[in-house]
């Protein structure tokens, strides 16, 4: 696994949003499953979604679900997480992930350097 490059992590006030980007070199995301990660301070990272290759699915968390959505742009060889209604639970650092169906935090290799991602009040 080769890391990804996350991007678009910034200071936003709750109820506004934030998109990210997933980006990579050397390979093109449209073959593999993208999924996005998050961690807070203090808590253990998490799934959040996770987009399929061929089949175009894409799973939301539940505490996401309905605020975050997940696009794929192949023509830039990148995929977005665009993040709405964002509250101070949000915080944290943001990883994507990808793999030949969605990656599971205990089976990826290699980890970017993510993007923070922080909600003020």
């Known amino acids: 696994q080769v890391p990804l490059v996350e991007s678009g992590g910034d200071l936003v006030q709750s109820g506004g949003s934030l998109r990210l980007s997933c980006a990579a070199s050397?390979?093109?995301?449209?073959?593999?499953?993208i999924g996005w990660f998050r961690q807070a301070p203090g808590k253990e990272r998490e799934g959040i979604s996770c987009?399929?290759?061929?089949?175009?699915?894409?799973w939301y968390a539940d505490s996401v679900k309905g605020r975050f959505i997940t696009t794929r742009d192949n023509a830039k060889n990148i995929v977005d997480l665009q993040m709405n209604n964002l509250s101070p639970e949000d915080s944290g650092v943001y990883y994507c992930?990808?793999?030949?169906?969605?990656?599971?935090?205990?089976?990826?290799?290699?980890w970017g350097q993510g993007t923070q991602v922080t909600v003020t009040e």
């Open positions: 992930a990808a793999d030949y169906s969605c990656p599971h935090i205990a089976t990826v290799r290699s």
């Open positions: 987009s399929t290759a061929e089949a175009g699915n894409t």
């Open positions: 050397g390979f093109r995301l449209y073959h593999y499953a």
